[in-house]
C-alpha cells in the first residue's frame, strides 16, 4: 500500500501557520487591517520583498502569515488571491 500524500493544488493554499484573511482597510504604509478566518482582526504589512509584486485593495482574499511576536494582533501578507482563484476556492469548499 502506498503512503498517502498531500493533495497538490495550483493554487497557493495555507501551510503551517497561514491563514486566510479579507482585508477590510487600508492604514498606509503597506500596513492593512485583516479579517482573518481564524476569527482575529491583525494589522498586516506587506514585506519590503514583496511591495512592488502586487497590490492590495478592500475586500481581497490575501493569506497572512502571522508573526512569531504578536502572533494574534500582526502578521503579513504573503500572497494575494485574484478573483478567478477565490472562485476556484470557492467550488472546492476551501473558501466560504
Sequence with gaps: ????QEPFF???TPRGREVFGQVEEVLGGSRFRVNCKDG?????KIPGKSK???WVN?????LIEPWEIEPNEKGDIIFRYTRTQVEW????????
Design 89 to 96: 476556492l470557492r467550488r472546492k469548499g476551501i473558501w466560504k
Design 52 to 54: 512592488r509584486d502586487f
Design 1 to 4: 500500500m502506498q503512503p498517502q
Design 40 to 44: 482575529k482582526l491583525r494589522i498586516c
Design 58 to 62: 478592500i475586500g481581497d482574499l490575501v
Design 10 to 12: 495550483r493554487i497557493r
